[in-house]
Each structure stands twice: as structure tokens, then as C-alpha cells.
């Protein structure tokens, strides 16, 4: 018999569960709180939506039980999801580091191609629809809007998101439906976010950029590291390194350790090859400050901080370094120590770690061990991925599964 489905939240796990649930013959209702769908997968990728990545492994997810992601990854996989998106419209384009793009670069295209399915699949989308309680009686399910409407189904599959970016509708409502109906929640931090550091010289580093190495120590021990654009701010730190390292850094914070991050300027070199290369650079310019002698060795808006950094003047002459000085500023360029102390709030961070304990849904089906019934899928649950196209991925692979085996099971 054909089964009504009703689908919490239209972002990127929800519409493709909708769309799923649909293609596989079922009634399919859409509950999006919005005045519009997908208002968080415009967003991603800068506007360019980075939708996957061909380089994904399950060493880019994370959670109490990352594994948990690998079955739903592997029944609707990156190949599997690029080539259904392009039934759709969404041609894709490779570039660095394996990330997809939509070949027009743009996220709009993404939310018009899945607008269009939902449309035109005979899929009932109910826009501005905030959901208050969710009660299930003998086999079917009672899903009621905070304004009294309320919409029965034989199955509730909940997509509601984690609290990143609360402006596009991500308000954490979903953990407490969740509750309510007998899940356990990881506790929510914001992932995937600019860290707040320690120091006082970052008004004059605001907006500065460079290529280099970021490396993560929890007291004293180096646990991550990435490479690849940085980014220092007016409060700290910014860039994709540093968003990956964003979610060890946090959740040690908030377990009252020591966290700090160390970044390397000129990561190409080891600091005994930077020194010599260093003292042979003044040696050629001993009639230049030190100031003068590091243009076009490093960005320019970074002299002067570094200088500060290593307790050099900046306008003694490099003729008069003395070799400790150029062993300071070799320190300071390949590895330079901060004290992370926080991270900018819900609204700047990309995804929300944490979330429905992995323990209580069935890996294979997206479906609660504790309800019947009811699926779980995308940001909400406690799975989150690398910055990359990854925690995209894991909405399409969750939504997908879980839209099918709703409808079939």
C-alpha cells in the first residue's frame, strides 16, 4: 500500500528524502518552517555549492561513532550522487582537492533543480510551517505546527538540521522533538568556525592572507594539522585549515584544556633551513631595515606584527641582527604559537557537531531503534564532515536511504 510520508524541513537531507520517498511510491508531505526551501544550501561553498568531494573517506567524518556514517555513505556514494544530481540538471565540475561543484558555480542552481523535482513530482510542499510536536499513536504519526494545523502519516522522517546559521531557520528545534520522543543528544557545538586567539595583534593582521600550516596542541600535544589558505581576523583566525581543526579545538575547550594553534608562515621550509636562508637574506641587504628586507619574502601587512612577535625593530639595519634575533624570527615564521579561547558564534559556523546519539538509529535505514517508524537524517544527527562538500554528501546519502527505505519498509 502506498505509504504517506511526512518530511520535517526542506534543506538539503529533507528535499532529498522527499524526492527519494516519492520516487520509490509514497505520498509525500514537505513541512518546511521557512517561506522558502533550501535558504541554508544557498550558502554553501561561498554561493558556489561545493556538493561533494571524489576524495571522501570515512576519516573525514566525526562524531561520538563516525563509523556510523560509513553504511549510509556507501549505499548512496559520491559517484551515485553526482550522477543522480545530473538527471536533475547539475552538471558537475571537478577541481582542487576533489571537490564538486555545479558547473554554473552557483548554489541557487542547486535549490531550483530540487524545487523543480518537488514540484513537479506531486510532492505537497507546505512553506511557513513550524513544527511543535511530533506523537505517534499505534502506527501512525501526528505532526503538529506550532499554529495549530496538523498533518498525519505513516511515517515522520526528521530533517531539521543542527543550530549553524539559526538565520536560515536551524534553531536546534529538531533536538527537542527528538527528546521529546525518546532520543538521547549529543551535546552542540558549533563546527566548522573562525577561532577566537588570544593576543593583541590582530587589528593590524585583520584581513591579511596567506598559504601555510595550521597545527592543533591540546595540552601540549599536537593532535591535528592542515594546510592551505589562511586567514587572521580582528578576533583571531580564519581559512578551511582552520575550520578543520575548529572541532577538536572546541570540544577541547569545552572540556577546560589547553588548546593552541600554531601557525607556520613559511611551512616549506624546517626552521634550521629558514634560519640559514634568513641570515643569507640580511647578509645580501645589510644596508636595508629589517622592515625593507622582508618585502617580497612574506606579505607585507605581516612585517610588522612579526617583527613585534620576534622583538626585533623594525628599523634596525640587517647588517646588525645578531644571530639570535634572525633564530627568533625564524621561530616565529614557522611556527607561531596562539592561545585559542573560543570561536565565533552559531551564526558563523558552517555545521553543528553534536546532536541524536548514532547509537539509537539504525545505520542501514536512517530509522530510530527507539521509534518506529520515524527516521533521522543529515545535520541533526551527531555526524559532521570535514570542510570539502562533505557534510553535503552525508545529507544526500542519510536523505536518500532514509526517503527509500521509509517508503518500502
Known sequence: MEKKIIVIGAGASGMMAAISANLNGADVILLERNDRLGKKLLATGNGRCNYTNKNLSINNYHGKNPKFAYSGLSQFNVDTTIDFLETMGITPSLLDNGKIFPLSYQSSSMVDVLRYEIENKDIELIKDAY????????????????????????????ATGGMALPNSGSDGNGYDLCERLGHSIIDVFPGLVQLKLAGGHFKSLDGTKFVGRAELFVDSKMILDDTGDILFTSYGISGPPILNLSRQAIYNLNRERKVEVKVSIIHHMDIEKLYEYLFYRFSLMGEKTVAQALIGFINKKLIIPVLKEANIYRDKKSADLSREEVRRLAKVLNSWDFQVIGSQPWANAQITAGGVNTDEVDSKTMESKIVKGL???????????????????????????????????
Open 375 to 409: 527516521y533521522i537524517v543529515g545535520e541533526i544527527l551527531d555526524i559532521d564532515g570535514d570542510c570539502g562538500g562533505y557534510n553535503l554528501q552525508w545529507a544526500w546519502s542519510s536523505g536518500y536511504i532514509a526517503g527509500e527505505k521509509a517508503a518500502l519498509n
Open 131 to 158: 513544527v511543535s510536536e511530533i506523537e505517534k499513536n499505534k502506527n501512525k504519526f501526528k505532526v503538529s505546527l506550532k499554529d495549530k494545523r496538523s498533518f498525519e502519516g505513516d511515517r515522520v522522517i526528521v
